[in-house]
T-cell receptor, first 112, second 111 residues
Framework: GESVGLHLPTLSVQEGDNSIINCAYS??????FIWYKQESGKGPQFIID?????DKRQGQRVTVLLNKTVKHLSLQIAATQPGDSAVYFC???????????FGKGTRLSVIA | EAGVTQSPTHLIKTRGQQATLRCSPI?????VYWYQQALGLGLQFLLW???????NRGNFPPRFSGRQFPNYSSELNVNALELEDSALYLC??????????FGPGTRLTVL
């Protein structure tokens, strides 16, 4: 499988600012996408999901955007807080048929 | 409602030994997935069990194996441990084969 090495892309934002984390997915046939948050030493935590028949979905302080034309997914976090500091992974699947394939992850660092 | 649970939290073994990791899915979930996350790396898919059967397998050698029990809990077995097997092993469960919910992981250290 793929591996990213020790250095994840890092996004540093000021507390209170909005964060945008991007992900390029690999399979144009994928029809279901999920964002996970992983804090140090813990398992990934489900944040928000979106199906391919939508291009935007909003949750509490988070919005996921899907652009199928360029196979791009983004996670927007409004009013970023110190507790948002973590590694964020996107994941894709062809529903019901394939396991999730995870992106390489982005480390979000919130500056107080 | 209880989430996915894994045991043990930490496991220390020496090269050549065998390790057994356990996972209990969320109540009602029939699918269990295993992932390996080596330090600083992403999640590498290992195995997928559904209704007691192996549905898919990642790019790992045969010494990584597992099973799913009638109550949908699962075991991951790693034989002939190697130093590079040291990692966080994550279990996830789902009702369908898409939304997966993860447990806290088992940290395996091979000395």
């Amino acid at each position: 499988g793929e591996s990213v090495g020790l250095h994840l892309p890092t996004l540093s934002v000021q507390e209170g600012d909005n964060s945008i984390i991007n992900c390029a997915y690999s399979n144009s046939a994928s029809d279901y996408f999920i964002w996970y948050k992983q804090e140090s030493g813990k398992g990934p935590q489900f944040i928000i999901d979106i199906r391919s028949n939508m291009d935007k979905r909003q949750g509490q302080r988070v919005t996921v955007l899907l652009n199928k034309t360029v196979k791009h997914l983004s996670l927007q976090i409004a009013a970023t807080q110190p507790g948002d500091s973590a590694v964020y992974f996107c994941a894709e699947t062809l529903s019901g048929n394939t396991p999730l394939v995870f992106g390489k992850g982005t480390r979000l660092s919130v500056i107080a | 409602e209880a989430g996915v649970t894994q045991s043990p939290t930490h496991l220390i073994k020496t090269r050549g030994q065998q390790a057994t990791l356990r996972c209990s899915p969320i109540s009602g979930h029939t699918s269990v997935y295993w992932y390996q996350q080596a330090l600083g790396l992403g999640l590498q898919f290992l195995l997928w069990y559904d209704e007691g059967e192996e549905r898919n397998r990642g790019n790992f050698p045969p010494r990584f194996s597992g099973r799913q029990f009638p109550n949908y809990s699962s075991e991951l077995n790693v034989n002939a441990l190697e130093l590079e097997d040291s990692a966080l092993y994550l279990c996830a469960s789902s009702l369908r084969a898409d939304t997966q919910y993860f447990g806290p992981g088992t940290r395996l250290t091979v000395l």
